[in-house]
């Protein structure tokens, strides 16, 4: 079992800049994959961006914009996000994927928001 805790959303301007931290309970070496998933209102969680294995992918609608980074020792994960839009707010949700024998669990955090408007 591994808990999530999401901290850093806030509200910021158009063009502004926040990093979320994903702090995990206990080491993230056995996790898969670390990935962030947001969901605005009214819609789908989508994924954001995810890290596995030193390797990451974007959405396009955040590439160029934002960065995913790991920490396994400190088992933190981070999203860097430059150059906010208005239709990047959401509610943005931390997710740990681990795959074994086949099965996959995933581990959520309780979510954090982030507002973007002038």
């Known amino acids: 079992q591994v808990q999530l805790v999401e901290s850093g959303g806030g509200l910021v301007q158009p063009g502004g800049s926040l990093r979320l931290t994903c702090a995990a309970s206990?080491?993230?070496?056995?996790?898969?994959?670390m990935g962030w998933y947001r969901q605005a209102p009214g819609k789908q969680r989508e994924l954001v961006a995810v890290?596995?294995?030193?390797?990451?992918n974007y959405a396009d609608s955040v590439k160029g914009r934002f960065t995913i980074s790991s920490d396994n020792a400190k088992n933190t994960v981070y999203l860097q996000m430059n150059s906010l839009k208005p239709e990047d707010t959401g509610v943005y949700f931390c997710?740990?994927?681990?795959?074994?024998?086949?099965?996959?669990?995933?581990?959520w955090g309780q979510g954090t928001q982030v507002t973007v408007s002038s």
């Open positions: 997710n740990a994927a681990r795959v074994y024998s086949g099965l996959r669990t995933d581990y």
């Open positions: 206990r080491s993230i070496f056995s996790i898969n994959a």
């Open positions: 890290i596995t294995s030193g390797s990451t």
